[in-house]
């Protein structure tokens, strides 16, 4: 039994909902929630008392601190209603107030590094009394407001698509808030650090002022665990992203299963449909000795018999028939394509599935490259060189640091595709710089006998009879 399958589940079959299960998870953050709700009410009540001339909505109006909470309401208060009613609601609707819980989260962090931007860069601020956003607040409303048409949209596509766009859409649509998770990681460790660590910007008022050490220590831990905690989330999103593979074909996943790097299995279903297990019904004597020791074969690939530029006429595999004979060459060039076009590594035939005999020779990488893959690897090559130059021209100029850090960012971004992009395309290199150095072991068509017959013949085989 899967071990998801006995928490999610209970029962002889795994058929019945674990309810403990479901109870446990919307107690947490129900409570989580509780507790967010009563130090927004204590931090009004607060604020309230300290007024000169008490007034409940001067006590209520929007601050930094009020707004964190009112978040982590939101995104505790989803999250528990979807373990409470998930049973009762529709898919698409369940689904839609699961995510609901990521968008809340993402904002929380983006107030966070509005309010250090400014306490860094700007200098003059008070920071006795609690306060909004001032030189930061119309660049947090654009923020959110793109974030949330974004989650509007992800609404309304799985509420009117199919089943099967609607799974593309959602992968589409995590993607997106994963890289937004990646992009306020980022810029929170990097004013993190410079503030808490580096114990630098305008919360220093004074070169000789003093630092609390258990305070910066607290901060710091509190600062490191926040950032773990977001770091888990964006990797667990981005897993359910891998989940067809690593839920329903673990060994498929490279990370699970490093051989899939190099080694590739035979698709299931391709061997299903034309392998040699299926039966056909057949008059055997389309299958008799004469007909294998034909002198004019033709072959499977080019179907021409008087090429000679193609290398011998071979019989690699058990196949009989029209598929049994096939130009040397022709069936190298077929692998090849077939290898990179498949990702597939293994090297059968898709008829019989008897491997090829193969003799493997020395691998020189370039003999693989095609136009193409030169074209490719040169463009990854020139962008992965170009990014860090690009960076360090930008962070010679005279822009805010904003947007230099959000340069940088974009920089690692890139930097980080072009290197995926450039380890899948010397992959293919690799198969393709493998196959034209080998050599294809076949019995060649002229002296070829079928197995166990030691006198073939040519007569002519009455099919009545067969």
């Known amino acids: 039994m899967h071990p998801t399958g006995q ?17 446990g998870f919307s107690a947490v953050f129900f409570f989580v929630c509780a507790v967010s709700l009563a130090q927004l009410v204590l931090c009004v009540r607060s604020e309230f008392q300290q007024l000169k001339r008490p007034s409940l909505a001067k006590a209520c109006r929007l601050t930094v601190q009020k707004t964190l909470y009112i978040c982590m309401i939101i995104a505790c208060g989803s999250r528990g209603t979807y373990y ?3 049973r009762y609601l529709p898919d698409s609707l369940g689904v839609n107030l699961f995510n609901a819980y990521y968008p809340v989260i993402i904002s929380g962090f983006s107030i966070i590094i509005c309010f ?20 930061s607040t119309v660049a947090f409303i654009l923020f959110n407001t793109f974030m949330y048409v974004v989650f509007a949209a992800q609404f309304i596509s799985t509420e009117v698509t199919e089943a099967h766009t609607k799974a593309y859409l959602s992968n589409i649509f995590t993607g997106f808030f994963v890289v937004l998770m990646f992009l306020v990681l980022t810029l929170f460790l990097i004013y993190g650090v410079e503030i808490f660590y580096k114990v630098r910007g305008a919360f220093i008022t004074r070169e000789s002022s003093n630092v609390d050490v258990t305070q910066a220590t607290m901060s710091r831990f509190g600062l490191f665990s926040q950032a773990s905690l ?7 999103l981005l897993g359910d992203i891998m989940g067809e593979k690593w839920k329903d074909s673990p060994s498929q996943l490279w990370i699970l299963n490093p051989k899939r790097l190099l080694v590739r299995e035979t698709d299931e279903e391709t061997r299903h449909l034309v392998g040699g297990s299926h039966q056909y019904n057949c008059y055997n004597a389309i299958e008799s000795t004469g007909d294998l020791d034909a002198p004019r074969r033709d072959c499977w690939v080019c179907y021409d018999n008087e090429r000679t530029d193609a290398g011998p006429m071979i019989l690699p595999c058990q196949c009989k028939g029209d598929v049994a004979a096939v130009h040397h060459d022709c069936l190298k060039r077929w692998l090849i394509e077939s290898s990179v076009d498949s990702g597939s590594d293994s090297h059968k035939c898709k008829v019989c599935g008897q491997e090829y005999k ?12 095609t136009v193409r893959h030169w074209v490719q690897t040169t463009l990854i090559l ?17 822009i805010s640091p904003a947007v230099k850090i959000l340069v940088i960012g974009l920089a690692v971004v890139l930097e980080y595709v072009c290197l995926r992009l450039l380890g899948f395309n010397m992959l293919l290199v690799y198969r393709r710089a493998r196959l034209t150095t080998m050599s294809i072991v076949g019995v060649p068509v002229a002296t070829s006998k079928p197995l166990g017959e030691s006198h073939p013949t040519s007569e002519p085989v009455d099919i009545t009879t067969a």
């Open 7 to 23: 928490v999610k589940y209970s029962g002889g079959a795994c058929g019945d909902t674990n309810i403990g299960y479901f109870i």
């Open 382 to 398: 020139s962008m992965m060189i170009g990014a860090p130059i690009g960076v360090y021209l930008v962070c010679l100029t005279s």
């Open 358 to 369: 193969l003799a493997t020779g020395r691998t020189w990488l370039p003999s693989g490259l």
């Open 230 to 236: 977001q770091l888990l989330t964006s990797l667990f």
């Open 116 to 135: 250090w931007a400014e306490t860094f860069h700007v200098v003059g601020l008070r920071l006795d009394r609690p306060r909004f956003l001032s030189k």
């Open 84 to 86: 409470s009613i998930q």
